[in-house]
Every structure is written in C-alpha cells, then in structure tokens.
Nanobody, 118 residues
C-alpha cells in the first residue's frame, strides 16, 4: 500500500484559508480515487471530498463551494484548498487512497489538524 503524509494544517480565523497537501510514497496515477476525510471531536469520520483518476470530484454538502480538491499525479500529491473556513470545519483531516473501483480506502495518512477560531 502507498504511504501518505499530510501537511498544511494549522490555526486560522473564521473566513480564512488553508491548503492541505498529501504526498504519496509512490505513483498515484493508477490509484482509482483519493480523498480527504475529517474527524471532529465526538463525531464520526466523514468524507469531505474525493477525486477519481478521471478527474471526477465529489464534495460533502457542508463544504461545497468552499473547498476544492485536486491531484497532481506527476508530483504524487493530493491537495485540498479550503476557503471561507468556519469553526465547524475544525477537525483532524486525513488523506486516503482507494486503489480500485468500489474498494474502501486502503491507505491512510496520519492526519493534520485544522483549527478554525471564531
């Protein structure tokens, strides 16, 4: 399984922006889908955004219009641009990779903390 390392989290005021990055240990060009998940304290982990190798994207309703997911296969990297951040976006954010169509994520990063102050 590919190893994933996230970076870019931090503390930001509401309305601000952050860009998360996820660097893979190997080529991601053949990986079917990569996504960003988050887990807030006391809540279940949720899918925030996902991008397939075709470029098709999915966003949770709560982040539509504010977050943008992208991938750069040449750099083995996944990104999440987060704009207009809200306190409810505070969570640990994880990068994940699903190798094949229909498969659950088999690779996870260690997470990067995003904290949005009001």
């Amino acid at each position: 399984q590919v190893q994933l390392v996230e970076s870019g989290g931090g503390l930001v005021q509401a309305g601000g922006s952050l860009r998360l990055s996820c660097l893979a240990s190997a080529s991601i060009s053949s990986i079917y889908a990569m996504g960003w998940y988050r887990r807030a304290p006391g809540k279940e982990r949720e899918l925030v955004a996902r991008i397939r190798s075709s470029g098709t994207t999915y966003y949770a309703d709560s982040v539509k219009g504010r977050f943008t997911i992208s991938r750069d296969d040449a750099k083995n990297s996944l990104y999440l641009q987060m704009d207009s951040l809200k306190p409810e976006d505070t969570a640990m954010y994880y990068c994940a990779a699903s190798q094949y169509y229909g498969s659950a994520p088999g690779s996870w990063g260690q997470g990067t903390q995003v904290t949005v102050s009001s």
